[in-house]
C-alpha cells in the first residue's frame, strides 16, 4: 500500500497523509455503526426497542445525535483552566488515534510498520491519562477532578497486567512487530496464540493451552479498564461522580471524548486480536486469506470483542475503588506471572 | 403494660413533674412538665418493665390558647405497647427539654417541630430549620401565622 | 434474637495521627463535596454535604426540604376531610395507595367507624400491589447506584404491569385519590381478579429472573455486603422502619404487629435480614429483605383474591365528615415502613392538625451514623438501600 501511494503521489509528506486517513475514516464510521449497535443491544437486552424513528429501525439516529452535539453551545467554565480543558479532548483522542498507527489491518496495510509496535501501541495509548487528568482539573469540578483521579489510578494499575499479557504472546510468537506476531500465527485458528502458537510441537501446546487462554482472558479483563467499561468504569461512574472527567464537558468536545471512548475499545479489542487471535488471519488457514479478506478478518474480529463489551456493560455492576485495585494488584498481575514463568518454562523445554 | 399503670409508675418516682393524664381517651396520653422531659423519656427508655425504645412520632402543635405542645408517641418493640406523652409550654416561653440526646431520631423531628411551630428544645445539639430555607421567617404551622409579602425578592402568594 | 456486630469502620486510617519519623504529619486537606440537590443517584432534591478525605467519607451532613411542598399546612387549610387525600397522594408518590390507606384509616378510627369487608379486601390487594411496584423501584433504581442498568428497566417493566392494574381500577396511574375515608372511590372494574390473577402469576418467576441478573451476582454482593451495617439498637433508636430496620434483623412489622385491613386472615411472613452474605444490617441485607417482601406481597394479594367477599364499597358516612373533638396517631406499614398520621380533630368538618410521620424522614436521619468512614461509592449504595422519597421526606 505503502508503494501504491508513493508511485500515485511521489511526495513523502502526502503518501503519510494519505497512509494515516483510512484509520481515521474507519474510526469515524465505526464510531457511527458501534453508538447504534450499542444502543440497540442494550435496549434488546432490557426489553425495549430504542429509536425507532430516524430512518430503518433508527439507523440514522447515530448520525442525527451527532449533528446534534456540534451544533451545541460549548461551555467552558469561567473558572476552569481554559487551555487545558481545551485541550484534553484532543490529547486523549491523539493517543488513542496514535495507537491505530500500529495496527495491521491486512497484511497489505498498517500505518506504520514500526518493529516495536506493541510497545509503541502501550507507550502512545498512555498519553489518553494525561488528557483525562488535564480535563478533571481543568474543569475546576471536585467531581471531575474525583473522576480524574481514579482513571488515572485504575489505568496506571491495569497497564501492568496488560503488559504482562502482552508479554506472554510476545514470548510464543518471537517479536514485537505486530505483522511479525500475526505471520507467527499463520496456518488455522490452531496455530493462534491462544491456542499456544504456531512454533511449538502438539505436547508443548497441550502444556501451554492453560496458561494461554488465562493470559488472553486477563488481557481482555485488563483491557475492559483500559476503557473505563463495565465492570470497570469507576472515571465516569454516573451515580457516584455524576459524569466523571467529562461532567462540564459539552458540543463537540464532549462529542470528541465520546468518539475516543469508542475508538479505544476497537483499539484495545485489535491489539488483542492481533495478539491472540492471529489479527488478519484466516481461521481456515490460507482459504479466504489475503489483503481484502485481512480487513474483513480483523474487523469481524475486533468487533466480536466490542460487542462482548457492550454485552458485559449492559449486564454487570461496577466494582468499587478498592477492589477494583486488589482485582489488578492481587489477582490479575501474580496470575500473569505465573503464566509467565510457565510458558517460559515450557517453551525451554 | 396498660397505661394507669404507667401513669402510677411515673408518678410514683417523678412526683407533680408529672403533671396531667387522661388514661381513658382512646390513646392515652400524659402529660408532663416541659422542663422535665428529658429524665422521663430516660426512665421509659431504660426502665426494663417499660423499654419504649421507639420514637413513633414527635410533633409540634399550636393549640391556639397561648399554648404551643410537644406529643410524643412511644412504643416499645419489645413488650409492644404504647403511650403518648405530652409537654405543654407557653408562646412566650417556648422552651421544652429536648428528647434528641434518648431517641436519635428525636433530632430530626425536634428541628421540623422548631421550624413549623417555633418551640425551643434546650439542649439540642444542632437546632436549625430543616424544612424551610434557613433565612425563612416565622413559623409557618402556628395558628396566627401570615404569608409574607414577599421572600427573597420573590412574592410569596401567587 | 440475632446479635448484631459493631459498625466496621476500622478502614478509615486515621490521618492526623500518622506522623513521619522527621515529625511531619502525614495529614491531608479534607475536601467538602455537595452530593445533591441535583446528582443522579440522590433520587431526588436531597442535598449530602460530604467531607471526604480522598475517597473515603469522613462525614454527612443531609440538607433537606427541596422538595417542601406543605402538607401539613395545606392539610389544615382544606375544608373537608376527604380533600387531604391527593396531599397525601402526593407525599409519597411512588406508594400512593398506600398513603391514602393511612391517611383514611386514620380518619375512620377518628369517627369511629368500620369499613365493609369488600374494602378492607381491595385495600389489602391495592396496597401489596403498590408496594411491589414501589419496592420494584427502590430495587431498580439500587441496581442503578450499583452500576447495573438493565435491572431497573426489568423491574419498570414489571411495574408497568401493576400501573396498567391501577390504571383499570380508577383511570390514573401514579397519584390515585382511590382510597377514600369510608371505602373506595369506586368498585373494582370487571376482570380486575383476572388480570391480578394473571399477573401474580406471571411477577413470580420475574423475581428469581430478577435474582439471578443482580442479586445473587458476584461484584453486587461484593460491593454490599458488608457496607453501611445498621446495628439493631441504632436501627431502633433513630426509629428506622419498615426494610430498613427489619434488614438489621427485628422483627418489626405493622401490619402483623399493629393489625389493620385483613392482614390477619391471609398468610404471609415477615422477612428479616440474616446477614446471609455479610454482618447482619448490610446493605445486601435490607436488599434482600425488600426482594422476599415482594414475594410475600404476591402470596398476600393471591389469598385476598380468593377470598374477597361481594358488597358494598363505602361505609355509611355522613356526608360532610366531622369527627368528634379529640386526637389519634394511626400507623401503617408503607413500603418504606412506618407512616404515620397524627390527627386532631376540633370537631369542626377540617381537621386541626394533621401531622405526618413519614418513614423515610427518619430512616434518612440515620445516615450520617453508618455512612462514616465509607467510601464515596458505599454512600451511595447506603442512601439507595434506605430508599428515600424525598417527596415523603420532604411533604
Redesign the interface.
Known sequence: MEQLFQSLAGNPIVVSVLLALPPLIFILLYALVTVYLEMKI?AH????VAYMRTGWHGVLQPVADMLKLIQKEDIIPSSGDKILFILAPYLIFMGTYAGFAAIPFSPAYVGSNVNLGVFYIVAATSIVVVGLLMSGWASNN??SL?GSM?SAAQLVSYELPTILAILVAVMLTGSLNLQEVIQAQAGGFWNWTVFGGGSVSVVQKIFLLPFTITSFLILFTASLAEVNR??F??PE??????QGYNTEYSGMKFAIFYLSEYANMFLVSAVATCLFLGGWQSPFGEALNGPFWGVFWLVLKGMGFVVLQIWIR??????????LMYTSWKVLTPMLFVCIFAVGFILVL | MSPQEIHDNLKAKFGSDVAEAKLDAPQPWIRIEPDKVEGVARFLRDEPVFQFDYLSCLSGVDYNDGRLGVVYHLCSTTLKHSIVLKAICTKEQPHVQTVSAVWGTANWHEREAFDMIGIRFDGHPDLRRILCPDDWEGHPLRKDYKVPEFYDGMRVPY | MIESKVLPTDYVTKPADLVTSTGRSLRTDE?I?NMGPQ???THGVLRLEIVVDG?IVVDVIPHIGYLHRCFEKHAEHMTNYQQVIPYADRMDYVASMNNDWGYALAVERLLKIQVPPRVEYIRVIMAELQRIASHLIALGTF????????PF??CF?DRERILDLFEMTCGARLLYNYIWVGGVSHDLPAKFVERAKDFCAYFKPKIKEFND??TY?E??I??TANVGVLPRDIGINYACSGPMLRGSGIDWDLRRDDPYGVYNDVEWEVQIGRGEMGTVGDVWDRFIVKVREMEQSVRIIEQALAKIPDGNVQAAIPKRIRPDAGEIYVRTESPRGELGFYIISDGTTSPYRVKARSPAFANLSVIHEIARGC????L?AIVGSTDIVLGEVDR
Open positions: 442494550a437486552m432490557q426489553d425495549r471536585k467531581w474525583l481514579r463495565t465492570p468504569d469507576l461512574a454516573e451515580s457516584e461522580l455524576v449492559w449486564t454487570l455492576p461496577r466494582l468499587r475503588v478498592d477492589q | 475536601m463535596i446528582h443522579p443517584s475517597e441496581g442503578i447506584d450499583m452500576g447495573a442498568f438493565t428497566l426489568w417493566r441478573l443482580l451476582n461484584i453486587f461484593k460491593r467510601m464515596i461509592a458505599d451511595v
